[in-house]
T-cell receptor, first 114, second 113 residues
């Protein structure tokens, strides 16, 4: 039981390059989330998927796209990376999208855009 | 504007003492408040959840209080140990139909042996 896994762990991109961050969970959770964490800013929600087949914007969606490939997998794509997207990205999952449900986080992807 | 505030300065305490961390919020009416622990280079890990109609919740050495009048939650670790050193994040639901969590920026706790 691996929980939430993310790939890659580290990535360096040049401005304008694209990449996809992968996330998978094996807990049969309905809801999945992508956050970014910057120093002093806390975790900010980029996109989330309340259930398979649905996706919605969070607080900071500009410059990102997501795909809920199936119930297990939720990917985050940067089409044209910018230095402002340098951050640590966390994927999380929960049983449902609810304030009463704990979220399970992956180990994070550290992305640097030069 | 809506805001969650946690002390950005690290809390430095002696082993065996009680650590108390604060989470204040404005312009939210959360039904639930959660606390997470985050170690360096790792993702957050859930610790405790408290509902708006609960004043206090305990789990082993951890205690959380939730005062909806003061708009504040306190997180206590009793008999603290060096292994408790980490960053602690509070998170609350927005109190609207979105049910999404909003996270504070966290407070770093250092427990000296």
């Amino acid at each position: 039981n691996a929980g939430v896994t993310q790939t890659p762990k580290f990535q360096v991109l040049k401005t304008g390059q694209s990449m996809t961050l992968q996330c998978a969970q094996d807990m049969n959770h309905n809801s999945m989330y992508w956050y970014r964490q910057d120093p002093g800013m806390g975790l900010r929600l980029i996109y989330y998927s309340a259930s398979e087949g649905t996706t919605d914007k969070g607080e900071v969606p500009n410059g990102y796209n997501v795909s809920r490939l199936n119930k297990r997998e939720f990917s985050l794509r940067l089409e044209s990376a910018a230095p402002s997207q340098t951050s640590v990205y966390f994927c999380a999952s929960s049983e449902v999208t609810s304030g009463r449900d704990e979220q399970y986080f992956g180990p994070g992807t550290r992305l640097t855009v030069t | 504007s809506q805001k969650i505030e946690q002390n950005s300065e690290a809390l430095n305490i002696q082993e065996g003492k009680t650590a108390t961390l604060t989470c204040n919020y404005t312009n939210y009416s959360p039904a639930y408040l959660q606390w997470y622990r985050q170690d360096p280079g790792r993702g957050p890990v859930f610790l405790l959840l408290i509902r708006e109609n609960e004043k206090e919740k305990r789990k082993e050495r951890l205690k959380v209080t939730f005062d909806t009048t003061l708009k504040q939650s306190l997180f206590h670790i009793t008999a603290s140990q060096p292994a408790d050193s980490a960053t602690y994040l509070c998170a609350l639901d927005r109190g609207d139909s979105s049910y999404k969590l909003i996270f504070g920026s966290g407070t770093r706790l250092l427990v000296r042996p």
